[in-house]
């Protein structure tokens, strides 16, 4: 399968960390809509995305840093004090953000999960299970033929880390040859109690909706995003070269749907403007911010999904600060 055209950077003030500016109050009405909205029939195909990313809130920001970076290894893309940007595969993020300042607070529900997609399951299991982990699955029991494979560890505040593996099977017929194709990204050597050859070579962040048939039509009809695997109760979509979205049925995944949601997700893009004039002109999306910030290190916005996860477009600017995020998002 050929990826559509995925065409740069997250918020390193208060919107790197995912908040809001002082003029633009949290439970703020969204600010209706003066643009005119684009003419693209596909804006995932025309104005791209260069990365995918997801912020996780904490309460304990320097535990959490620990916990990525020493048990799984991942790579530190940009540490701003209040927000760590973690590379988990090329152009796949999840960056910690300190609640006190973030967009959401600790205690609201992390109705989210992320898989972590590797070749490595086995040696994955090993090592999680000498770590203190606590874990959600006591067993780890590979099937043959299935479509896929996998167990579920936890992070310190709660946030479920799915380990996956995605095998050869008729439903993964088009999102195998993808994933073959994407290289692993492993820690850097003597930084982290991850044994040598393991590593992730990509992300799914799983969202959890009443109405998945409403859900699927709004990603697929309005966002202009691509489906990749059909899993009947599950969606899955790419969002970047290693990064997917996972639209699933509430009734059935590890998460009951919650109106409060402790998460957002990010598109990096090196087209905002017109990713902005195309969202903010529907009146079927409903926006957080009613213009684009645009501040030294980065611009971006915010809108809703139908069911209320929080949507960010990001684009990073060329600054010392952005020294290692700017190549990670690249890819290199």
């Not at 320097?62 to 004090?81: C, K």
């Amino acid at each position: 399968m050929t990826l559509r055209k995925l065409n740069s950077v997250l918020l390193i003030t208060l919107f790197a960390a995912g908040c809001t500016p002082a003029d633009v109050p949290v439970d703020a009405p969204p600010a209706e809509p003066e643009a005119t909205a684009s003419a693209a029939a596909d804006p995932m195909a025309e104005f791209g995305t260069l990365a995918s990313n997801v912020f996780f809130y904490y309460a304990d920001l320097d535990a959490a840093h620990a916990f990525y970076s020493q048990v799984l290894g991942l790579r530190t893309a940009a540490d701003y004090g209040y927000a760590k940007i973690m590379q988990v595969a090329p152009s796949a993020f999840v960056t910690l953000v300190d609640a006190a300042q973030g967009m959401h607070s600790a205690d609201e529900p992390k109705t989210t999960a992320i898989a972590l997609v590797t070749d490595q399951l086995d040696e994955w299991w090993d090592h999680i299970n000498t770590q203190g982990v606590d874990m959600r699955s006591t067993e780890y029991s590979p099937t043959q033929g299935s479509a896929h494979d996998g167990f579920v560890a936890v992070d310190p505040e709660g946030y479920l880390l799915e380990f996956e593996r995605f095998n050869p099977h008729p439903e993964n017929e088009r999102f195998v040859p993808v994933l073959d194709g994407l290289p692993t990204l492993y820690p850097e050597p003597g930084t982290s109690n991850v044994p040598t050859g393991l590593g992730f070579k990509a992300t799914i962040v799983w969202f959890y909706y009443n109405d998945l048939d409403a859900i699927q039509r709004f990603y697929e009809d309005v966002m202009g995003f691509d489906m990749i695997v059909d899993q009947g109760w599950t969606k899955i979509y790419p969002i970047g070269p290693a990064g997917f979205l996972g639209l699933v049925d509430q009734s059935r995944g590890m998460h009951r749907y919650t109106e409060q949601k402790g998460v957002t997700l990010s598109l990096i893009t090196g087209n905002i403007d017109g990713w902005f004039g195309y969202v903010a002109g529907r009146k079927d999306i409903r926006m957080r911010h009613d213009a684009v910030v645009d501040e030294e290190l980065y611009r971006a916005f915010v809108a809703y999904d139908p069911e209320g996860y929080f949507l960010e477009w990001d684009v990073f600017k060329s600054a010392p600060a952005n020294d290692t995020l700017l190549p990670a998002i690249e890819g290199r």
